[in-house]
């Protein structure tokens, strides 16, 4: 879209003192800004609406290499991974963790410190995650149903839209955790 707009077919209008005026939001513009000086894609995960703004930008200005990125961190883009994977990405990556729609069950991540990590709409389906630490961690979404949680640690966690449907979670931390729209459901508490 930018390569037609300046390519001479359209008249692109300046203010007076020679600038170009885009009726977009400027707030998204610096990420695709960012991704056509250097194709630096990073994207902002752990803030959907943010992510759904820009999306729209950049269909607007018909990027398609953003657009599949953005596809599928807007769908989650589960991949499903075995305990040894993840324990590697876990040792390994840099901090704050951003591993958003992974599927996670049934593995067991007893005594993991995933603190402050981007864990947005991961499967943790039927997973041992006794005294699992996710302190500040963005875990909107999540499906945690039949987890064994017990002694976990959600303290300040985003959790909203996660469920929960019989997980086991006796002694697990809410201390200031954001839970809107959850389903609990035979919850063991």
């Known amino acids: 879209m930018l390569a037609v707009m300046f390519s001479g077919r359209h008249n692109v209008t300046t203010d007076e003192d020679g600038r170009y005026f885009i009726d977009r939001d400027g707030t998204?513009?610096?990420?695709?800004?960012?991704?056509?000086?250097?194709?630096?894609?990073?994207?902002?995960?752990?803030?959907?609406?943010?992510?759904?703004?820009?999306?729209?930008?950049?269909?607007?200005?018909?990027?398609?290499?953003?657009?599949?990125?953005?596809?599928?961190?807007?769908?989650?883009?589960?991949?499903?991974?075995?305990?040894?994977?993840?324990?590697?990405?876990?040792?390994?990556?840099?901090?704050?963790?951003?591993?958003?729609?992974?599927?996670?069950?049934?593995?067991?991540?007893?005594?993991?410190?995933?603190d402050h990590a981007n864990m947005r709409g991961c499967d943790f389906n039927h997973c041992s995650a006794v005294e699992v630490s996710f302190e500040h961690a963005s875990l909107i979404g999540c499906n945690f149903n039949e987890c064994n949680l017990r002694s976990a640690n959600f303290r300040a966690a985003n959790i909203t839209k996660s469920s929960f449907v019989g997980a086991f979670m006796q002694s697990v931390d809410f201390l200031r955790v954001v839970a809107k729209d959850c389903n609990f459901n035979k919850t063991r508490l």
């Open 28 to 114: 998204h513009f610096r990420y695709i800004l960012n991704y056509l000086r250097d194709g630096n894609n990073y994207l902002p995960v752990d803030n959907q609406q943010l992510v759904d703004e820009l999306y729209e930008e950049v269909c607007f200005y018909g990027i398609e290499p953003l657009i599949n990125k953005l596809d599928q961190a807007r769908q989650g883009n589960a991949t499903k991974l075995k305990a040894v994977q993840f324990l590697k990405i876990v040792n390994s990556a840099t901090r704050p963790l951003q591993l958003p729609g992974l599927k996670l069950s049934s593995l067991n991540l007893s005594y993991l410190n995933l």
